[in-house]
């Protein structure tokens, strides 16, 4: 039979193994509650900082489609703006083209003026040629006459004066002034058989229509009535 006092021992012995295994669960159910407890909140900081992530990502791509859009209207203006400057440019310089060309019209018509009152003495000095005999035309002051006459010439070439060409031509309204229509043997109708008075061109310009005569078609004889 075991000792009174032994067993009181083994009683003792254990309560306190029990209080200490209550002791190690309390404290190990303590350690669990914190560690899911940090779990819990590291899980909500992990949300917030994805939350945070997320709000700074919308905010960078409003950011962008704000730059975007900025973009897109500063391309615009300036190809507004290059448009416009290139309008301008062209304007410019269709404006500085038709000053030179109504300079060049004023100029022309200025030198038209002056060499078509030229021509009357141009025509005088081919008449002189025409109708003075050969005798005279040996004589000195007559050579000394019809040198100005090639110097007048050279004067109206080198202005780009031309006389019309009417020999075996057909008659162009552009260029001549019929002053007859004849019949004429071996001539077309509208076909140039002689020139009263030179003309001249001076570039486009027609300084003066070259006076001609114009043959005509024959005329067609009337058939006679036949005879009863």
């Not at 779990?39 to 704000?66: M, N, S």
């Not at 060409?165 to 019929?178: I, K, L, N």
């Not at 300084?207 to 001609?212: D, E, F, I, M, N």
Request: one cysteine or more; aromatic letters at 6%; proline letters at 5%.
């Amino acid at each position: 039979m075991p000792h009174p006092k032994a067993q009181t021992l083994g009683s003792k012995e254990v309560k306190v193994t029990e209080q200490r295994e209550k002791e190690v669960e309390v404290q190990v159910g303590g350690e669990g509650s914190e560690a899911q407890a940090e779990i819990v909140e590291q899980e909500e900081e992990g949300t917030e900082e994805v939350a945070a992530v997320e709000k700074e990502a919308e905010e960078r791509r409003d950011e962008l489609e704000k730059l975007r859009k900025e973009l897109e209207e500063a391309k615009a203006q300036a190809a507004e703006y290059l448009d416009g400057w290139q309008r301008t440019q062209a304007e410019f310089s269709n404006y500085k083209k038709r000053q030179e060309a109504e300079r060049a019209q004023v100029t022309t018509l200025a030198n038209a003026t002056l060499l078509r009152k030229l021509l009357p003495i141009v025509d005088d000095f081919e008449r002189a040629a025409t109708t003075l005999p050969d005798s005279l035309m040996q004589l000195t002051w007559c050579e000394g006459v019809f040198l100005i006459k090639h110097k007048l010439d050279a004067i109206l070439e080198s202005e780009g004066v031309k006389p019309i060409e009417t020999e075996g031509q057909m008659f162009d309204p552009r260029y001549h002034e019929a002053v007859t229509y004849e019949e004429a043997q071996g001539h077309d109708d509208g076909q140039i058989i002689g020139e009263v008075q030179r003309g001249y061109t001076l570039g486009e310009w027609v300084l003066r229509p070259a006076l001609v005569r114009v043959a005509k078609a024959p005329a067609v004889p009337e058939s006679e009535p036949p005879k009863e």
